[in-house]
């Protein structure tokens, strides 16, 4: 059994790292034998397949209900984490470090929307 699921109190964001959550799904994958199907063209589909489950919590929502009750916002939690299954799965296979690769990205952001040209507004600032 994984460290994370012997130890309740360290089940936090706080106090797991990105490292025991690759982990944690390797051990899932390796316990099955299932390298062979976690190819990273499989896992970028699976990620988007449980992408649209997530979002299907969200269709037919009448407009303007943004009402998430205990029920729903635990399927919500559960697809959330299928996403980032599959996404720490492809991470592990391709070897990203997601923390740097996620710090990178973020500066990419920071550049491509300056605060001072998208504050308040979602539109994309004009180049
Ligand atoms: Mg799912």
């Given at each position: 059994m994984h460290q994370l699921q012997k130890d309740?109190?360290?089940?936090s964001d706080e106090t797991t790292s990105v490292s025991e959550l690759k982990e944690l799904v390797s051990e899932f994958v390796s316990e099955r034998n299932w390298e062979k199907f976690h190819t990273p063209r499989n896992l970028a589909v699976s990620v988007t397949l449980e992408a649209a489950e997530l979002l299907e919590h969200f269709q037919?929502?009448?407009?303007?209900d943004e009402t998430i009750d205990d029920h729903r916002h635990q399927q919500i939690s559960e697809e959330l984490s299928d996403v980032m299954a599959y996404l720490l799965s492809l991470a592990n296979v391709l070897k990203i470090d997601v923390a740097s690769s996620m710090r990178a990205k973020m500066q990419k952001n920071r550049k491509k929307y300056p605060v001072e040209a998208?504050?308040?507004?979602w539109k994309k600032p004009t180049e």
């Open positions: 309740s109190n360290r089940q037919w929502a009448p407009p303007g998208t504050l308040g507004t």
